[in-house]
């Protein structure tokens, strides 16, 4: 009864905490003719609500895809036209036709600020909560501490409800995805991630390591017998699931190509605006969009991003665990942000989410991360007006996560996995590997908060605009890389050993 009573209090502060950041401005608010991701949002609801299927994907003289055309699967169109008919019932002006183009009130902001609180009470904070008392070795008090960080994480907090997106959802549907095949409900699972795909393609950051894990676990029971049974449902749920999902796409087959068309665009170039990935910061130095064709980036970044994530998903269906799933999807998701095509600086967000699985297991260097993914998008913070909330929720995740955690107390060579890096440096002398770690992390959080206050407190030379920007994506994505290395190599080492579960059940 008293555990239960703390879920419910670190929930109760976790929307607290949500609905303060709600408070402050939005992406593009004021500024006319485009606007930002809060018009795209609320444009989708006037063209889901007023124009039929047929019209929703295509350049119509009734629908502009140049003025925020809808881009991503069905799911999120289905939910965008929810929506709409909620906010038809209180304000018909909200989703009018044409005119309610760039509209904005303080009743408006209010109710799509609770649209996505809303959807975060039922998809996300539910599948955290159970995560964590199901899926989380240790004590009662262990797992309500990373329920509370979990939810206290403050990437998702500010690009949802300060920026303004969906993000929940999608990462929401995953999460119950990663929850039923730790549970064993691999068809569920399977429907669960299917769902997020279908609201997000951007989820295919996460399919590789479903895919593969569902595959090993298939060959592990024998493909001539209840492996092949298995395979068959899982096939049969992702078939059906997609078919409900695109269902009045598909009597022509010329409108669902225009979806795939709307939903996978190449022609945007290998990145935009600045991002902690490989090709933006490698951008200063190598050209790749001047060296390369578009189609080149294209097939050049797909390579790259299936070379740096087959090792994992390899391993991964040879050893099909949940501790090597969780490893897999962190280290999918970040080949594809480090390596793929068009990523978006909020496209970290689905790196978080599998981190932030390992909360409990890898505690210093998910924290480090984690930190680092919200400093990756502090531009994008600063241009939406959100300087204070990012500066609080950071420093309140920091502390809490630190107090409660204690991942300076849990990080010895075991606890941080670091054999693996002891034979590989076998030629140094030997080393205290754990305290170089610490010093590292201490070293990297001085330098984002030192460069944050740069950032806002001095004006860039007038030929280097882009000087503080560069300066964040560039630190950001060093750790990003570093991490990246760090998980492949704990993926390949030993699972965690049974002494170590038991000090933390202590």
Known sequence: MQTWSSVSICVLLAVVVRWGVSLNSYSGAGKPPMFGDYEAQRHWQEVTYNLPPQEWYFNTTENDLMYWGLDYPPLTAYHSLICAYVAKSINPEWVELHKSRGYESPKHKLFMRATVLVADLILFIPAVVLYCFY???????????????????????????????????????????????????????????????????????????????????????????????????????????????????????????????????????????????????????????????????????????????????????????????????????????????????????????????????????????????????MPLFLRDGLLVPYVVTSLAFLFFSIYLLSPLEQCSEEQLRLGAYRKLLFFLPKLDLACIVRWKFYISVAAMAGLSFVTVALVPPPHLPDLFPLLVTSTAFLQFLGTFIYFNIVQFSEPPSRKSQKKKKN
């Open 135 to 377: 899926l989380t070795d240790g004590s009662s008090k262990n797992k309500v501490s990373i329920l509370f960080c979990f939810l206290l994480y403050p990437g998702l907090i500010l690009i949802d409800y300060g920026h303004f997106q969906y993000n929940a959802v999608s990462l929401g549907f995953a999460l119950w995805g990663v929850l039923a095949l730790g549970l064993g409900w691999d068809a569920l699972g399977s429907l669960a991630f299917c769902l997020a795909l279908n609201y997000k393609q951007m989820e295919l950051y996460h399919a590789l390591p479903f895919f593969f894990y569902l595959l090993g676990k298939s060959v592990q029971l024998g493909l001539m017998g209840r492996g092949l049974f298995l395979l068959g449902r899982i096939a049969s749920t992702v078939l059906g699931t997609f078919a409900l999902c695109w269902l009045p796409f598909l009597s022509d087959p010329d409108h669902a190509m225009q979806v795939v068309r709307r939903i996978f665009p190449v022609a945007r170039g290998l990145f935009e605006d600045k991002v902690a990935n490989t090709w933006c910061s490698l951008n200063a130095l190598i050209k790749f969009r001047s060296i390369l064709s578009s189609d080149s980036q294209v097939y050049f970044s797909l390579a790259c991003t299936l070379l740096a994530v087959l090792p994992s998903c390899v391993r991964l269906m040879t050893k099909p665990t949940f501790w090597q799933f969780k490893l897999a999807l962190a280290n999918s998701s970040l080949a594809f942000f480090l390596f793929s095509y068009q990523v978006h600086e909020k496209s970290i967000l689905l790196v978080a989410l599998p981190v932030c699985l390992l909360l409990n297991d890898l505690p210093l260097v998910a924290i480090w991360f984690l930190h680092a993914s919200t400093f990756s998008m």
